[in-house]
């Protein structure tokens, strides 16, 4: 009975913690377009999306605490990448999210400003055994799609 009851009052807590979760995010919630966007690497160099091998981006930040990415590539395939929220904290003009993507090995902060159409962010990439995004900051301003 006792266990019954600690399992109980866990699940009310994890689920108490996504409702807070998405309550912190909500200012972010709905469908984007990457406007602009850019990776500047360690070594100085920057990449456009076009250079990453993508024509147009789309990301959508769910209230289920998933963001999913829909990338129009160059040579006209898609390619969706999904995340999950872990964490938020919100500030009257931005915030950030802790996400971890599906196709990383780690969690990544993005650090957000909201704008009247939008939004811009700044991800640190400080993962050293990630040879290829370590010490890069990735930047872009996404426009709000539809009415949210």
Avoid: H
């Avoid at 998405?22 to 469908?31: M, W």
């Avoid at 024509?55 to 999913?68: A, G, H, N, Q, S």
């Avoid at 964490?87 to 969690?107: C, F, H, L, N």
């Amino acid at each position: 009975m006792i266990k019954i009851m600690l399992q109980s009052l866990m699940l009310c807590a994890l689920l108490c913690s996504n409702v807070a979760l998405a309550k912190d995010g909500k200012s972010i919630f709905g469908k984007y377009l990457y406007s602009v966007e850019k990776m500047t690497f360690a070594n100085g160099s920057v990449m456009g999306l076009r250079e990453l091998g993508a024509d147009k981006v789309l990301i959508e930040f769910r209230p289920d605490m998933t963001v999913v990415m829909n990338m129009q590539m160059v040579d006209g395939s898609t390619r969706t990448s999904t995340a999950k929220i872990l964490s938020t904290k919100t500030t009257p003009t931005g915030g950030s999210i802790v996400e971890k993507w599906t196709d990383m090995d780690y969690a990544v902060t993005l650090d957000y400003k909201l704008m009247p159409n939008g939004l811009s962010y700044a991800i640190r990439f400080t993962n050293l055994n990630d040879g290829f995004r370590y010490g890069a900051v990735e930047q872009a301003v996404l426009t709000r799609l539809g009415s949210q």
